[in-house]
């Protein structure tokens, strides 16, 4: 084989012969990229998801340069060229597909990823073992990115013999280097070390209920710098990551979603409390936001004018308790208006009628009637 590759190489002009082994490992590199995704198109008609699917859809792009790469650096020995073109080809060709293999980790990485989301689905009501595998699978990916490119990098550089020649020397004074960097960028280095404290101790996670800086909302991302909290307006809040390691914050849903929910009503002393308190109960089963696990009336406060009512209710998760608090409080004002008008709160004001006003009133009758 190899005998009748020489022989048709030295039959045809060098570069008409180097553009049909470029070509030939093109042709092929495109001929297994349509073989995948053609794979790929029948999966997709039959599962939602799949590892091999996975695999197929997060390899199917980098596909397109490593195959046509990897097969033109097997068959650069074929091509004939000067020993200059030579070493320039090879080099180009060996750089492209270090870049290219480093795409195929991030693929890999990606890979495991889907398999992680679609094992712990965050879309079932107790989904707290769910949320902390996310918020570390998030953390280890960008770190692995992070990592994967800093030594493709590395690696391109040092197959260069000036940058290697340039290394060796600099290695003299990496002490001092260190020492300077480290200066430089503590507080980038404070926030990569907080990124891993938050990934593993795990003070919050991704869809965590969170109140911080005043406001309520959902952590809806968390990378090695900051973290974005989804705020229940539609905001974002974005938040330094060390923030949550040195200043204090509420977490709802730190061990359950579970919760509970307050409403404060201010009455007339007159007020029914038990049939305000009957009418409560009422008001709970016709509705499915209480989760049957708490339920309560008290006058917790009497103050000069009016009594304090405090009615607490449970609830699954904060949004069902927020939602729950309102609906309790429309029913019983409702109820209250409507059957006891008499028990909302009431301004009394009694005007004593003193002699000096007697004759004032009559000089004010005077001059009217007068007019």
Known sequence: MKDLIESWSGRIQPF???????????????????????????????TDYSLFRSIITHFSRPMNHFVPL???NLMEPLMVLTPQYDLIITRCVQIGLIISFAVLLMSTVSVFEDYIYHTFDLNKEDNLKERKIRTQMQFIRRLLASVI??????????SFDNVRKIGAGLLTGVGIG??????AAQKSLGNLLAGFQIAFTQPIRIDDVLVVEGEWGRVEDITLTYVVLNIWDQRRLILPINYFIEKPFQNWTRTTSEILGTVFLYLDYRTPIDALRTEFDRVL????????RVKGVQVTDAKMNCIEVRILMSARNSSHAFDLRCYVREQLIKFLADNYPES????????SELPF????????????SHK
């Open 16 to 46: 008409v012969w180097n553009l049909i082994v470029f070509a030939a490992a093109i042709l092929i590199g495109l001929v297994v990229k349509f073989i995948i995704k053609s794979i790929l198109n029948y999966n997709k008609k039959y």
């Open 149 to 158: 490119i800093f030594i493709t990098v590395a690696i391109i550089l040092l």
């Open 285 to 292: 089963t016709t509705t499915n936001l209480w989760d049957s």
């Open 70 to 72: 990897l097969l033109l």
């Open 178 to 183: 260190g020492i300077i960097i480290g200066f």
């Open 344 to 351: 909302l709160p009431l301004n009394r004001v009694k005007v």
């Open 357 to 368: 006003m007697e004759d004032k009133i009559q000089e004010t009758k005077a001059d009217v």
